[in-house]
């Protein structure tokens, strides 16, 4: 059992679901004084009385600030924002608080290569890890698309890699925490409520690198201005990765044929499964930090030819009588629904809508050339079906939830032509979770007949 002997002793992890569980139970296991605090959890709950048995002090159902007395540092969900009354009283008494991803540091030294980026974290996470695992490389997959990176470090064997996704709620509570292949994919204006400002967000973001040496790499969008002038300030090692520009002598490019490792030829572009623009800047970073940590041309040519999109990240569902279905549940944000959008050139049958943020869709509808017809949902069905209107999709339908957009949908479609449920909103309004409304579109899909 790997012991964390330079972390503080008196110690408050506020927030369980998964990362916080982890955190507990490996400080726990460590030998620290350990009080969990949570509103929502039970003490019912299984794990509740599992962290109890171990001697972990448990306060549910409200933050008392009193909490805080004697505590040395915080561990909090990455979920939980600054302003949280706990975290703020700590920060005023100058107590660190942290997420549980700085843990990683304190439990292992093995390799770690760490994913972040606006959008396309998942995917580029799960191809490295393929390419990885195809290459013969012992890998262990953590963060946001796995296991907690906590349990993980703590199983981590002298010859194995960590991959974590990391997003930006986990990156602005690091304080040591290093990888030494860190990649950069993108920078769009994201979660401005949790983070306050554009400013605070790129720099959770480029937090990544902050704490990289010499021997460490840096992988980055080449082609994103903001990050161009942020990773000026890393001592790694710059990797570029591109897909407009020839980078034979220094990173990961393409051109009209293939993708390249500098002046090497990896695969051909027409032997790539995904689809997308957006898909080839994952699979560029994602060959770049591959081959970085020993994966071969022919684990990566592998995964390049097989793999066809994360679950809910325009996910290829299959054909059905004709047409090709694509599950994008995941696209949350306008912006993600533009890539899938742009993606295609056939006919579309787009299925949007679902929780009100109080934003407008105009974005959209410069991407809506391919679109036939259009089937809205949720509290954003209004304001969808208007921006259809002004694209000229002849075809808009109203729908009361995904299933029945699903079958609407199909009825829609001609052979030939895409389903593709890309929402531009948060699921939050009909359904727990971006999975679950996914889920309930394959589900619907399949039973048409």
């Known amino acids: 059992m790997k012991t964390m002997k330079q972390f503080p002793e008196k110690v408050l992890v506020l927030g369980l679901a998964r990362s916080g569980t982890a955190a507990a139970r490996v400080l726990l296991d460590s030998g620290k ?5 949570d509103q929502a959890a039970s003490y019912e709950d299984a794990f509740v009385q599992e962290l109890q048995k171990r001697g972990a002090h448990v306060v549910l159902g409200s933050h008392p600030l009193s909490i805080l007395e004697g505590i040395e540092i915080v561990v909090k969900n990455p979920g939980i924002r600054y302003d949280h009354p706990i975290i703020a009283e700590a920060l005023r008494q100058k107590l660190p608080v942290i997420t549980e991803v700085e843990l990683v540091s304190y439990l292992t030294q093995q390799p770690v290569i760490g994913i972040t980026g ?3 974290k998942t995917t580029t996470t799960t191809l490295i890890t393929e390419m990885l695992k195809y290459s013969d490389c012992n890998v262990k997959l953590a963060g946001n698309i796995g296991i907690a990176a906590t349990e993980v470090a703590q199983t981590m064997q002298a ?4 991959v974590i996704e990391l997003s930006s709620f986990q990156l602005q509570g690091i304080s040591g925490f290093r990888p030494t292949t860190a990649v950069l994919l993108n920078i769009y204006e994201a979660h401005l409520d949790y983070h306050g400002d554009l400013e605070s967000y790129v720099n959770a973001k480029c937090n990544i690198f902050k704490n990289q040496q010499a021997d460490d790499y840096l992988v980055y969008n080449a082609d994103d201005s903001t990050l161009k002038k942020r990773v000026i300030h890393t001592n790694a090692k710059k990797i570029p990765f591109s897909v407009t520009a020839k980078l034979d002598q220094e990173g990961v490019w393409t051109d009209e044929t293939h993708v390249y490792f500098f002046d090497e030829a990896i695969i051909q572009l027409e032997d790539i499964v995904l689809v997308g623009k957006h898909n080839l800047e994952n699979i560029l970073a994602a060959v770049a930090a591959a081959k970085l ?3 071969t041309n022919e684990g990566i040519q592998h995964v390049l030819k097989t793999f066809s999109g994360v679950k809910h990240r325009l996910e290829f569902v299959g054909m059905k009588q004709g ?4 599950n994008d549940s995941k696209a949350t944000n306008i912006l993600a629904t533009q890539k899938a959008l742009d993606s295609f050139k056939k006919g579309i049958v787009l299925l949007a809508g679902g929780l009100d943020r109080g934003n407008e869709f105009d974005e959209l509808i410069p991407h809506m050339e391919n679109v036939k017809a259009m089937v809205v949902f949720g509290e954003t069905a209004s304001k969808l079906e208007r921006i259809g209107r002004e694209a000229g999709v002849q075809v808009i339908k109203y729908a009361e939830d995904v299933n029945d957009a699903a079958k609407t949908g199909f009825s829609l ?3 030939g032509d895409i389903l593709l449920l890309s929402p531009a909103c948060a699921s939050w309004d009909q359904y727990k979770t971006f999975e679950e409304r996914g889920d309930i579109f394959v589900q619907a899909v399949h039973t048409i007949n």
């Open 159 to 162: 010859d194995e890699r960590m």
């Open 293 to 295: 940590n020993g994966a």
């Open 33 to 37: 004084d350990v009080t969990v605090n």
């Open 323 to 326: 047409r090709y279905v694509y």
């Open 118 to 120: 606006s959008n396309g």
């Open 413 to 415: 479609t001609e052979a």
